[in-house]
C-alpha cells in the first residue's frame, strides 16, 4: 500500500530535549516536505528536499532541521525544543518534475502531534 | 506571501452550492487544493497550472485567473462529505519545491 509514515504520532517532550520525528515513504517520490499546523494559520512549510542531498527552507524553518541520506526518509530533527513549537507536524511526498506543481498531488503522512513543556 | 482565503468560514444546508476564493499577492505558477476532515491528514483535490484549462470532478471544480493572481473552488449541490477544512496552496515557479497553503476554510454542511 502507497503511504507515508510518520513516528511517533504523539510526543510529549520537555524544552530542550532532542528528538527526532521520522517520515517514510514507499513511493519511490523525489520530492519530501515538511509542515507543521497550528489553529488559524493553516499548513506552514518548514523544509522540502527535491531530491536526495538536495533540501531547502520553507517559510518556518527556525528552531528545526532536516537531513535526506536516502530517497525515501525525511526526518525531522528538533534539536532543542521549546514550547512554540507545540503543533501538529505533516510528512508529504511527491513526484517531481521541474517542480511539485507538475504532479501536483502531495501524499500526507497521518501527522504527528508534538507537545514541548 | 501567504495566499489568503475567503471566507474563513461557511455553513450550508445539503444541496446548496458554495465558492471559496483564494488571492495571491504575488504572481503564481500553479494553484492546489486540499481537503482536510477532522483529525485526519489534507487529501488532493485538484491543482491548477498557470495557462492551463478550469479543472474539475463530479460536483467540484476550480477556475484561476492568472491576472488577478486568485483561484476560486465551486462546490455545487453541496453533499454531507464535503464537510471539511479547504486550503488553497500556492507555488510561484515551475523550478521551486515551496508550496505555501492559505490559512484554510471550514465548510460545513448541514442536512
Known amino acids: 500500500e502507497a503511504q507515508v509514515t510518520q513516528n511517533p504520532r504523539y510526543l510529549i517532550t520537555v524544552t530542550g530535549k532532542k528528538l527526532t520525528v521520522t517520515c517514510s515513504q514507499n513511493?519511490?517520490?523525489?520530492?519530501m516536505s515538511w509542515y507543521r499546523q497550528d489553529p488559524g494559520l493553516g499548513l506552514r512549510q518548514i523544509y522540502y528536499s527535491m531530491n536526495v542531498e538536495v533540501t531547502d527552507k520553507g517559510d518556518v524553518p527556525e528552531g528545526y532541521k532536516v537531513s535526506r541520506k536516502e530517497k525515501r526518509n525525511f526526518p525531522l530533527i528538533l534539536e532543542s525544543p521549546s514550547p512554540n513549537q507545540t503543533s501538529l507536524y505533516f510528512c508529504?511526498?511527491?513526484?517531481?518534475?521541474?517542480?511539485?506543481?507538475?504532479?501536483?498531488?502531495?501524499?500526507f503522512g497521518e501527522g504527528s502531534r508534538l507537545t514541548v513543556l | 506571501q501567504q495566499p489568503v482565503q475567503s471566507p474563513q468560514a461557511v455553513i450550508l444546508r445539503e444541496g446548496e452550492d458554495a465558492v471559496i476564493n483564494c488571492s495571491s499577492s504575488k504572481a503564481l505558477y500553479s494553484v492546489h487544493w486540499y481537503r482536510q476532515k477532522h483529525g485526519e491528514a489534507p487529501v488532493f483535490l485538484m491543482i491548477?497550472?498557470?495557462?492551463?484549462e478550469q479543472k474539475g470532478h463530479e460536483k467540484i471544480s476550480a477556475s484561476f485567473n492568472e491576472k488577478k493572481q486568485q483561484s476560486s473552488l465551486y462546490l455545487t449541490a453541496s453533499q454531507l462529505s464535503y464537510s471539511g477544512t479547504y486550503f488553497c496552496g500556492t507555488v510561484f515557479s515551475s523550478n521551486t519545491g515551496k508550496l505555501i497553503f492559505g490559512q484554510g476554510t471550514t465548510l460545513q454542511v448541514k442536512p
Open positions: 491548477l497550472l498557470k495557462g492551463g
Open positions: 513511493m519511490n517520490h523525489e520530492y
Open positions: 508529504a511526498s511527491s513526484l517531481w518534475d521541474r517542480g511539485v506543481s507538475v504532479t501536483g498531488e502531495l501524499f
